[in-house]
T-cell receptor, first 119, second 114 residues
Framework: AQKVTQAQTEISVVEKEDVTLDCVYETRDTTYYLFWYKQPPSGELVFLIRRNSFDEQNEISGRYSWNFQKSTSSFNFTITASQVVDSAVYFCALSEAMNYGGSQGNLIFGKGTKLSVKP | DSGVTQTPKHLITATGQRVTLRCSPRSGDLSVYWYQQSLDQGLQFLIQYYNGEERAKGNILERFSAQQFPDLHSELNLSSLELGDSALYFC?????????????FGPGTRLTVL
């Protein structure tokens, strides 16, 4: 069955520290997509990244980087030199290509990791 | 701003009542998804519409229903409301209807059932 696990419920760091948010997924599909979303205190969900299952290259965008490892079914997210504005709940999500039980494109979310960055 | 709009922003109602949540997708997006975010269940997929037709169903209760209109806006109807229906309801839209499509989320409607 498809599932996304974010084992870290809450993380607290001091500004300028690096922090890694873990994401482990389960899927029967060979073609799937992984996402990260950010939910700041204001409540909206902000898209950060999408990665397909055939592209294991790591990605860097400014202070953000993502490490995708199919061998361990993980898609971890690192924030370098964290800032107070990074404080938010971060969600990892999975979308499968095949139509299992009626699912077609919907996102399966993890429970989220609440990141607090203190000045 | 994602380009997805949702109204109302907040809704307070009583048990047993019926409410309608409205979503307008980004211009050009054909797919609309509804999600529910609650403290105990987290973010859960409810239902998806693509170009006016129901495409997929998640853990949506029978008391809930949705539709997508010819102008592509969507409405989520919640009836016989219970205390446990209190949650943040998100609408998302994407250009396509497949798993590859990036979904853009609206600001959400916070429903409080008293």
């Amino acid at each position: 069955a498809q599932k996304v696990t974010q084992a870290q419920t809450e993380i607290s760091v001091v500004e300028k520290e690096d922090v890694t948010l873990d994401c482990v997924y389960e899927t029967r599909d060979t073609t799937y997509y992984l996402f990260w979303y950010k939910q700041p205190p204001s409540g909206e969900l902000v898209f950060l990244i999408r990665r397909n299952s055939f592209d294991e290259q790591n990605e860097i965008s400014g202070r953000y980087s993502w490490n995708f490892q199919k061998s361990t079914s993980s898609f971890n997210f690192t924030i370098t030199a964290s800032q107070v504005v990074d404080s938010a709940v971060y969600f990892c999500a999975l979308s499968e290509a095949m139509n299992y039980g009626g699912s077609q494109g919907n996102l399966i979310f993890g429970k989220g990791t609440k990141l607090s960055v203190k000045p | 701003d994602s380009g997805v709009t949702q109204t109302p922003k907040h809704l307070i109602t009583a048990t047993g009542q019926r409410v309608t949540l409205r979503c307008s997708p980004r211009s050009g997006d054909l797919s609309v998804y509804w999600y529910q975010q609650s403290l105990d269940q987290g973010l859960q997929f409810l239902i998806q519409y693509y170009n006016g037709e129901e495409r997929a169903k998640g853990n949506i209760l029978e008391r809930f229903s949705a539709q997508q209109f010819p102008d592509l806006h969507s409405e989520l109807n919640l009836s016989s409301l219970e205390l446990g229906d209190s949650a943040l309801y998100f609408c998302a839209s994407s250009a396509g209807g497949t798993s590859a499509a990036e979904q853009f989320f609206g600001p959400g409607t916070r429903l409080t059932v008293l």
